[in-house]
């Protein structure tokens, strides 16, 4: 089973790119990455998903790099309201298991 | 609107008194699940439940038990055998058969105090 590792905090301008890096470098092949996100006090929220291809929504892009070892969540416009903690995921056991997570603290 | 409700969103209770916390969606989907949340962690699986009348245990079942008599409501219980029940937990849900299971709905959580 693949772990992650994200890093504990960021920051980032509003208005800016928010780019949340996250490390699997034991993931198998038909492994998906999942990207959740928790506001304070609230449930989480899904954001995104990917196995191998760049993968982009409404709320933000998943790129994956070609040996799958890692993966970068882009918020392209950060606001005050993306001030959450940004879980990675690789499924493990056929369900969620989330860690620490990073916290991203969007400033104005 | 479609969602998941948890109610109360606080709850407070006496140590050694069972208490049932309340998750309904009406998403029409056919999985739910029960996450607890201890501060500055990540979210840890108690039970889930792909469909009605089913149910499985997660990491962390001991001292907790559910039902699933109707697709829209999944209950779960505290029981005075559950050690350390102060915590949130979060109820969620997702479609069953063949679609994505990791695609999930959470619900507003309740934090439950026992004292």
């Known amino acids: 089973d693949a772990k992650t590792t994200q890093p504990t905090s960021m920051d980032c301008a509003e208005g800016r790119a928010a780019n949340l890096p996250c490390n699997h470098s034991?993931?198998?092949?038909?492994?998906?990455v999942y990207w959740y996100r928790q506001i304070h006090s609230q449930g989480p929220q899904y954001i995104i998903h990917?196995?191998?291809n760049n993968e982009t929504n409404e709320m933000a892009s998943l790129i994956i790099t070609e040996d799958r070892k890692s993966s970068t969540l882009i918020l392209p416009h950060a606001t005050l309201r993306d001030t959450a903690v940004y879980y990675c995921?690789?499924?493990?056991?056929?369900?969620?298991?989330f860690g620490a997570g990073t916290i991203l603290r969007v400033k104005s | 609107d479609g969602g998941i409700t948890q109610s109360p969103k606080y709850l407070f209770r006496k140590e050694g008194q069972n208490v049932t916390l309340s998750c309904e969606q009406n998403?029409?989907?056919?999985?739910m699940y029960w996450y607890r949340q201890d501060p500055g962690q990540g979210l840890r699986l108690i039970y889930y439940?792909?469909?009605?009348?089913?149910?499985q245990k997660g990491d962390i079942a001991e001292g907790y038990s559910v039902s699933r008599e109707k697709k829209e409501s999944f209950p779960l219980t505290v029981t005075s055998a559950q050690k350390n029940p102060t915590a949130f937990y979060l109820c969620?849900?997702?479609?069953?058969?063949?679609?994505?299971?990791?695609?999930?709905?959470f619900g507003p959580g309740t934090r439950l105090t026992v004292t």
């Open positions: 034991t993931i198998s092949g038909n492994e998906y």
């Open positions: 990917g196995l191998k």
């Open positions: 995921i690789v499924i493990s056991g056929n369900k969620l298991v």
């Open positions: 998403l029409n989907h056919d999985a």
């Open positions: 439940s792909q469909i009605v009348n089913d149910f």
């Open positions: 969620a849900s997702s479609y069953g058969g063949g679609a994505d299971p990791y695609e999930q709905y």
